[in-house]
Each structure stands twice: as C-alpha cells, then as structure tokens.
C-alpha cells in the first residue's frame, strides 16, 4: 500500500522549488558575533571646520632649555634662546559603502530590510573607524616586545604579557612624560592576552583581598596603573610559510635596472571582512632577474576564501629591509598568479608607494599586540559637514530612477585618524598561554 509522507512531497526537506511546502520563518533575527570597539572612545575627538582644506595640523612648542649656569651680574646681554615648534599633520579620507536593495526586495522579503541594512551600516560605521585608528597605531616606531624580545621575529610562545611586563611600560610611559586619565593610564588588550594577566598568581591575590567579584565575572578592571579594557577586534598575525607560495623568474617580461638583479618580495593575509593584515610571510628573493624576464608569484591555494593577498616589493637598494618593501599590488585572489616586470610594476619609492612592509613573525608564534598609552596619545578627526553617516534615499520616483526601482542605502564620510605623541605609546607585542 502505497503511502504519502512528508519526505514523499519534500523530498530535499522543504527545500527545493519542486516541494509543496512553505517555511515558516521566525521574525527574530539571530543575532551577529558581537565585536568590541573601543579605540575610538579613547580618541582626542576633532572637527576639521569646513573651507579649510582636507589637512589639519597639531602644534606643540617643546619646553625652553634651562640656564646651566648662574647669571653674571649686571650682564645685559643674555643669549638669548629660540623658540622651536613640532608639528603633526593629518589629512582626511573618505570613505564610502553602498546598499543597494530593489524595491521588490524591500516589499517581498519577510523581514524589514531598510532597517536592518541601516543598522548594519551603523555596525560598519563603528568598526571602520576601530580598524582605521589600529592601522595608525600599528604604524608608530612605539612597539616593545614581552621578556625584552629583540623583535617580533624573536617572540616564543613563552613570551607573554604579565605584571613585569605591565611595570616596564608604565615607568617607560612616566618617564616619557605621558599624562594618565584620571588615576591610572589606559590599555586596550585582546582576550587572550586579558586571560594572561587575569592567570597571574599576583592578580589573584590582589583580588581575593580587595575585589572577589572581578575574579568570578573574568573582569581585569584597574591594574599595575592601567584601566586595562578587552576588545576581541585586535588583529593576531601569524607567519605564511616560504612553502605555501612561489616566486618563479621567467623570461617575457621587461625589467629595469641591469640584468643578475635580486628583488625582494613580502606578502600578506587580508581577511575580508573587516581588511585587517593577518597572517605575513618572510621576504624572499628573487635572483638573477635580467631585463628580458618577469617574476611570477603564485599566491597560497588555503584558505580557498574570505581572504585576500597584498604585496610588498623592495626598491632598487636590493635589501629586505622591511622599511624597502613597499606595498605595489592588493587584492590577490588565493591560488592566483601576479606576475610583475617593470611594464607594469616600477620600482617603489616613497613618494609613489609610501606603506612599508608590516615586520614577520616567528615560525609556530601567535602574535597578539597590546596598545598601553596615555591622555591625547592620538586623535580622531573629523571633516565638518562630511561626518561619517548613514544615509537613506527616500522612497519615490527621481530622476535616475524614475520608475522608483531601487532604494541606495550608504555610510559615507570623511575621516583620519593620527597619532599626536608616539612618546606617549607603547604598542606591547606577545605570545599568549591561551
């Protein structure tokens, strides 16, 4: 006897667009893996007024020198001392992102798809300008290694951030002159290394005696005379292995500058959703290159997705100093090929190509970085009338649009964010026990 079931109608669950079956859809969304953003509260907030160009300029007049001697009496003359002045400058970027929904989309979608895609530039909004200010910090000559590593190169897994470590940065910051907010300086740590310093039998005892509840609820709150504060937006960086890409010399191509050349080549992960520099590989040479040839490079082929591939060329010094390896090409899909010659890639300089290589880590080592600073360590600037803002086009027949088919959504503005005092930082490199 035959008999009619569920599977017999949808066979593929309900699925396919040959079953009799609807869904039924919840009205409550899931909810997005929340990411916490705090760089920008920490920011010297700035308005660049309008009609005033795109460049905005901070001053600083450095202390007098004091006299080293007593004065002569009845000498009229004194050498007299000349007054300095250090500038900062920072020129503003905008930035734009654009949803573009049809208006079938907004009217037939179960769920309400202009507030959603609104909040969800709200979201980006918040995490660009986190990403942006990172990029800043990252860049400053303010970077200091756990255990008095020699570089980033040089970190083990053992070299994790702890209460000396903490004690090093905050006598380099008072030393430095670097003014606290309120009590204590500030630190913003990612959760691994957060849990290094929550580990420490010295957090623990300090908290068993003061503040019990900090220990059930993870929290880190005030220590070693810093508010330490955890975002899991922190990028890690991690070593691509000379095995996983290729670098092959060809003939075919034109190249500059004389034949039996050794040209230096760097590449870097980017993961897609938020752009940030992940994972780096060491420079590798490329030997021999003679004017009639090309350098070829074959990008890894895993992961397959979600990431991109950007490289950094050295210029005609011939070195792998990282401060020679310029950024040349972005955008490299995994398993592709670049192929470079002078036809279509010069020789970087800074002018041209003015981002440095980011420095390699180790083999088999995490890297996590710390930011630990004081007051008006840097600051978030804004263009007047540009601010970064959601922006909704109004639903309606318009003149490119006249039979009102799509609705454009779009986050837009102008922005830069610029370190004030690198004396004033320390960007705190480790390994992590978890």
Do not use: C
């Not at 500030?186 to 220990?215: C, G, N, R, Y």
């Not at 975002?231 to 691509?240: A, E």
């Not at 040479?285 to 979600?306: L, Q, R």
């Not at 990282?322 to 020789?347: H, K, M, Q």
Request: charged share 20%; aromatic share 8%; no cysteine.
């Amino acid at each position: 006897m035959a008999i009619t079931t569920f599977s017999t109608l949808a066979p593929s669950g309900g699925l396919a667009t040959t079953d009799d079956v609807v869904r039924y859809i919840r009205d409550e969304l899931l909810s997005l893996a929340e990411k916490n953003v705090v760089f920008a509260q920490q920011a010297l907030k700035v308005q660049l007024p309008q009609h005033n160009s795109k460049t905005i300029q901070f001053s600083r007049y450095p202390r007098l020198q004091l006299p080293r001697t007593p004065h002569t009496e009845g000498d009229a003359s004194p050498t007299p001392q000349a007054l300095s002045v250090e500038t900062v400058s920072a020129i503003v970027d905008q930035w734009v992102m654009v949803v573009s929904l049809t208006d079938l989309s907004v009217i037939t979608i179960k769920h309400p798809l202009v507030p959603i895609v609104t909040e969800r530039l709200g979201l980006a909004k918040a995490e660009l300008v986190d990403r942006e200010i990172q990029k800043v910090l990252l860049a400053a000559d303010s970077a200091a290694f756990a255990n008095d590593a020699a570089s980033r190169a040089a970190l083990t897994t053992s070299d994790t951030v702890n209460s000396v470590e903490m004690r090093k940065v905050w006598r380099t910051l008072k030393r430095n002159g670097a003014r606290p907010v309120g009590m204590n300086f500030l630190s913003i740590v990612d959760p691994e290394v957060s849990q290094d310093i929550s580990a420490e039998d010295q957090f623990h005892s300090a908290h068993e005696l003061k503040d019990v509840t900090a220990l059930y609820n993870n929290e880190i709150g005030e220590w070693m005379g810093f508010r330490v504060m955890v975002s899991n937006f922190i990028p890690t960086h991690g070593l691509i292995a000379d095995a996983d890409w290729a670098i092959a010399v060809a003939g075919g191509g034109t190249w500059a500058g004389g034949d039996n050349k050794e040209v230096y080549f760097k590449i870097t992960r980017v993961e897609s959703d938020f752009g940030f520099e992940t994972d780096i590989s060491n420079a590798v040479v490329a030997t021999d290159v003679d004017n009639n040839e090309k350098v070829t490079i074959t990008f890894p082929s895993s992961p397959a997705s979600d990431v991109t591939y950007n490289v950094y060329m050295s210029d005609t010094d011939n070195t792998s100093t990282d401060g020679n390896l310029r950024l040349v090409s972005t955008g490299n899909e995994p398993a592709s090929a670049l192929i470079v010659t002078t036809a279509n890639t010069t020789f970087p300089t800074s002018a041209a190509f003015p981002t440095t290589a980011p420095a390699s880590p180790g083999t088999g080592v995490t890297v996590h970085t710390s930011y630990l600073f004081g007051k008006e360590t840097y600051a978030m600037v804004d263009l007047a009338g540009d601010n970064l803002r959601v922006l909704i086009t109004p639903s309606g027949p318009s003149k490119s649009d006249p039979a009102d088919l799509t609705r454009p959504l779009a986050l837009k503005g102008s922005f830069k964010a610029v370190v004030l005092n690198e004396d004033y930082l320390v960007r705190l490199e480790s390994a992590s026990a978890f």
